[in-house]
C-alpha cells in the first residue's frame, strides 16, 4: 500500500490495489493443490433447486461401488437431510451448511476439507447449493464441474441462465421419463446448450434408474 | 449478482483504510470492474453510496472503470482482447480466440473487481 502525498497538505490518495474477487480464486487454488497432493478427483455439483443433484450423486455411488473411497461435502443453506440420504450409499459424507449464503465458496470447502479424513479417498464430490446463478461464480478449486438441471423447469432454464451452463464441463438433463409429460423437448435444450457451451457433452438421464450414469461417468473420467 | 455484498465489502475497505491512515473524510474512490465478472458497475455503486451514508466517506465520489478482457490462447498463442465491441454479447457467447476460434483459452484479465485507491482528506 502507498501512500502519495496529492494536492496540498492535506489531501492525499492511498493506493490500494485491492482486488476484492482474488481471495475466493487463491483459496480455491489452495483446494485444488491439496486435492492434487493426494491424488482426489474433486467434482462440483451444481443445479437448480430440485433437479436431482443428491440422486445423481446417489446413482452414481451406486454404480462405482468405491464405499468408502469416495467423499461427498454435501451443501445447503440449513438441514442434513442431503448429507443423511448420501451416507445411505456408504460413501463418507459432511454437511456444509452455509446459512444465509446462496452459494458454496472455497473458504467453505477448505474448512471442511479440513475436517475430514480422506486418507484413500480417490473421488471427492461437492454438491453445491440449488442454485443457477451464483454458483458459477465462484469456483471451489474442483477439477470438473457438472450442471444439472431437469425437464420439469420447464423449456428455457439453459437460455435464461447460460453463465453458469457455460462455466460446465459437463451437463445433465435430470427426470428424462418425464419429458413428454411437462412437454418439454429435450432436443430443443440439447440445441440450447451446444450454442452455450459446444464443450461440453449434454447428456440425458433418469438418476432414480439408473439412466445416462455410464456416460456421466464415462464423461467424468470414471469407470464403475 | 452479489452487487450488495461486495459494496460492502469495498465499503469496510474504505473505511477501514481511511481509519488507519488518519483520514478524516473520504473525498473519492476509484473501482476499476472487469468485464467479464457480470458486477453491474451502477448498482455497486449504488450500494456503495448508499452504505457511505453515516460514516466518513459520506459523499465521497465513485469512480467506476472497466477492465476489458485479455486472454491467452493455448492453441494458436494469441496474446490480447478478445477483439469484438459487441458488449452487450459477449457475456451470453462462450468466449473463443478471436483469431483461430478454439475454445481453448485462458482468461488473463476481465474478471477482477479492483478498489485502487482512495483520496482522503486528512
Known amino acids: 500500500m502507498k501512500i502519495i502525498k496529492s494536492k496540498g497538505p492535506e489531501i492525499f490518495d492511498i493506493e490500494l490495489e485491492k482486488d476484492l474477487l482474488a481471495k475466493n480464486k487463491s483459496l480455491a487454488k489452495g483446494n485444488r493443490k491439496r486435492f492434487d497432493s493426494s491424488n482426489i478427483l474433486a467434482i462440483d455439483i451444481m443445479g437448480s433447486i430440485g433437479s436431482g443433484k443428491t440422486s445423481l450423486i446417489k446413482a452414481i455411488l451406486r454404480k462405482l461401488r468405491m464405499g468408502r473411497k469416495v467423499a461427498v461435502i454435501a451443501g445447503d443453506l440449513t438441514t442434513t437431510i442431503d448429507a443423511e440420504r448420501i451416507e445411505t450409499e456408504g460413501a463418507r459424507v459432511i454437511q456444509v451448511n452455509t446459512g444465509k449464503e446462496c452459494h458454496l465458496d472455497a473458504n467453505l470447502i477448505r474448512q471442511a476439507v479440513g475436517k475430514m479424513n480422506l486418507d484413500g479417498v480417490e473421488v471427492l464430490f461437492i454438491e453445491n447449493v440449488g442454485n443457477l446463478i451464483c454458483p458459477g461464480e465462484f469456483p471451489l478449486g474442483a477439477h470438473k464441474r457438472l450442471v444439472v438441471t431437469s425437464v420439469t423447469e420447464g423449456p428455457y432454464t439453459l437460455m435464461k441462465h447460460p453463465y453458469i451452463f457455460r462455466e460446465a464441463n459437463i451437463i445433465v438433463l435430470n427426470k428424462i421419463d418425464l419429458a413428454k409429460a411437462m412437454k418439454v423437448n429435450p432436443s430443443r435444450l440439447a440445441r440450447d446448450a451446444y450454442r452455450i457451451n459446444p464443450q461440453a457433452p449434454f447428456i440425458k438421464a433418469n438418476a432414480l434408474k439408473g439412466v445416462g450414469i455410464p456416460r456421466i461417468l464415462r464423461a467424468l473420467g470414471l469407470r464403475s | ?122
Open chain 2, 1 to 122: 449478482m452479489h452487487e450488495f455484498s461486495i459494496a460492502d465489502e469495498i465499503v469496510k475497505n474504505v473505511i477501514d483504510t481511511a481509519r488507519k491512515n488518519g483520514g478524516k473524510k473520504v473525498l473519492s474512490i476509484q473501482l476499476d470492474i472487469g468485464e467479464l465478472t457480470h458486477l453491474n458497475g451502477e448498482q455497486v455503486t449504488f450500494w456503495i453510496k448508499e452504505l457511505f451514508k453515516d460514516t466518513v466517506a459520506e459523499g465521497a465520489k465513485v469512480k467506476v472503470k472497466t477492465i476489458k478482457a485479455s486472454i491467452q490462447c493455448k492453441s494458436c498463442g494469441y496474446k490480447g482482447g478478445m477483439g469484438s465491441d459487441q458488449d452487450s454479447f459477449r457475456h451470453l457467447i462462450p468466449a473463443s480466440c478471436p483469431r483461430c476460434n478454439s475454445f481453448q483459452i485462458k482468461i488473463e484479465k476481465g474478471r477482477e473487481c479492483i478498489l485502487r485507491k482512495i483520496q482522503v482528506l486528512k
